[in-house]
């Protein structure tokens, strides 16, 4: 998988992709390992199910991610970095219309607070990274049903076409006013980071809404 690539160059590091076979023809398991000599760790693993047209469309989920790895003083953060936003934006730009992606997000302390808090899925800092990577319709799959769907995580989709995409941005508009609308004057008082960070994310969507 070209995505992965965006982990050749970590300084200090060495890198192993290892695949195995999924449980479907179309599907294929990728796992990231990092290094140094003896000292292996897995930072991530991403499933890709390549879709089989016409019934099923194509999707991919992250997980098992680890936040930050060390060998002997040397660390690695994955988290914020600018391998993760390579690897979601080179993620998100293989998907189409109707296509989908998973992220598990408990390695995310923000993300995984703001929802837990019940801020809107787009306004977290996971789902903002997906919203700005195409993806227009989401969901918390937070509730794990007979112990078989991992950690929680966030569902994206991608609009089927731009008549639909412009649908679902109107109704994330909606939201975010409803969340402001919330919010109102006690802004100053949610001294928590995501909370602040969810506010700023939702003014500059209620912009880019005013300027459609």
């Known amino acids: 998988m070209d995505c992965l690539n965006v982990f050749n160059s970590l300084e200090g590091f060495e ?13 294929v398991n990728y796992e990231v390992y990092v290094g140094r000599g003896e000292a292996w760790v897995r930072l991530l693993a991403v499933k890709m199910f390549n879709g089989r047209p016409p019934f099923y469309r194509r999707w991919v989920e992250l997980f098992h991610i680890l936040p930050e790895v060390s060998f002997k003083g040397l660390k690695y953060v994955f988290l914020n970095s600018p391998q993760e936003r390579e ?18 997000y408990i390695y995310d302390g923000e993300t995984y607070k703001a929802l837990e808090a019940g801020i809107p899925t787009p306004l977290t ?7 700005e990577n195409g993806f227009t319709w989401f969901k918390n799959w937070y509730f794990a049903e007979g112990f078989m769907e991992g950690s929680p995580k966030i569902q994206g989709e991608k609009p089927l076409d731009e ?8 109704e994330i508009c909606g939201e975010v006013e409803d ?5 109102g004057n006690s802004v100053q008082s949610k001294t928590r980071d995501y909370y602040t960070r969810a506010v700023e994310r939702a003014l500059k969507i209620r912009r880019d809404c005013a300027g459609q």
Not at 179 to 183: A, Q, R
Request: proline share 2%.
């Open 87 to 104: 690897l979601v934006k080179c993620l998100s730009s293989q998907l189409s219309g109707g296509e989908k992606i998973f992220i598990e």
């Open 163 to 170: 008549n639909h995409r412009m649908r679902l941005l109107q």
């Open 15 to 27: 890198t192993r992709i290892v695949v195995r076979k999924g449980r479907f023809p179309e599907e």
């Open 125 to 131: 800092r996971l789902g903002y990274m997906l919203l």
């Open 179 to 183: 969340f402001l609308k919330t919010v």
